[in-house]
């Protein structure tokens, strides 16, 4: 099945209530169009002027009862219907386009039902199941691993190396094109196959600082001695790498500066002005630094086999 064209909605009536209480959370109505039958997308413009939402709303009644109660569960119910906010983070609306893709409805996706379930299951692996670690690496089967997050794992091969493994969902929205470069692929693995990202025991520092930068992955800060020794070996191995982060954050283009810099953009120059103590350590904080009193420190905290 596919999308009808949109509802008009000053002639017709839609089955479902949206009133005061309704307007207060997400706002007035501004558009509407029926995916499939009790499946409703919505524009909704919010009354304190924050950006206009997108919705779904599901009309139970007009389901046929299609839908799983485990999936409806994580929309939100008001009186008659159940919503799923596609603008929230981390939005659930991907579980019910993923229930509309298994009825075979069509929806404005570029992905099919596996890729899509793929990047879902990062968010919800209570719904989908978490995403399975790798059995094989570059040097050999898995014998055991270590979970950081769903997803992202470090995993010792038979042969005692260890990896981190990064999913294709992590590796593709979350980490740098540099830093990718620095990943190994299974060679029997396809480019689409959504596979696993590796990076051995030297080359992993670099994702390793990355992925610290999102509150998903602070997990990782179990797996390293210190920050301190982490910025020392990333200084080693990779100097032009952190020479060009920090030239960055000297001249306001970096971490701390992203919202700024998109503003400027799209022609919103900002009002300059000088910056306040706490910005500027900040922005001393968000260099890579060397730090002598973690000179020879191991950063990595995994049981590594001492090479000859």
Not at 2 to 12: G, K, M, V, Y
Not at 43 to 61: F, H, M, Q, T, W
Not at 77 to 104: C, N, W
Not at 185 to 193: E, R, S, Y
Request: net charge negative.
């Amino acid at each position: 099945m596919s999308r009808s064209n949109p509802i008009d909605l000053e002639s017709e009536k839609l089955p479902f209530q949206w009133g005061d209480e309704e307007e207060s959370e997400w706002g007035e109505l501004v558009w509407a169009e029926r995916c499939c039958p009790g499946v409703y997308m919505v524009g909704a413009k919010p009354l304190d002027y924050s950006p206009r939402r997108s919705l779904y709303v599901v009309y139970e009644p007009e389901t046929g009862g299609i839908f799983s109660d485990e999936a409806l569960r994580y929309g939100t119910r008001t009186k008659d219907a159940v919503i799923f906010d596609q603008d929230a983070d981390k939005s659930p609306a991907a579980i019910l386009e993923f229930e509309m893709m298994r009825q075979g409805i069509e929806l404005d996706k570029n992905s099919d039902i596996f890729t899509h379930a793929h990047y879902a299951a990062e968010n919800y692996p209570g719904y989908f199941g978490m995403l399975i670690p790798p059995k094989d690496t570059p040097a050999g089967r898995t014998v055991r691993y270590k979970t950081v997050c769903n997803g992202l794992y470090f995993v010792e091969s038979e042969t005692g190396r260890w990896f981190l493994a990064a999913g294709y969902c992590i590796w593709t929205c979350d980490l740098s094109e540099f830093a990718c470069s620095l990943g190994i692929k299974l060679t029997d693995q396809a480019d689409d196959d959504l596979g696993y990202l590796f990076f051995d025991e030297s080359s992993c520092v670099l994702p390793v600082y990355e992925l610290l930068d999102w509150s998903d992955y602070q997990n990782l800060r179990n797996y390293i001695s210190s920050q301190a020794a982490l910025e020392n070996e990333l200084l080693c191995r990779y100097p032009q790498y952190a020479l060009l982060h920090n030239h960055l954050e000297a001249t306001h283009h970096g971490k701390g500066d992203i919202l700024v810099n998109l503003m400027e953009s799209l022609g919103h120059k900002l009002e300059e002005r000088e910056e306040t103590e706490e910005e500027i350590r900040r922005r001393i904080e968000n260099c890579i630094r060397y730090t002598p009193q973690a000179e020879g420190e191991q950063w990595l905290l995994l049981p590594l086999i001492r090479r000859g």
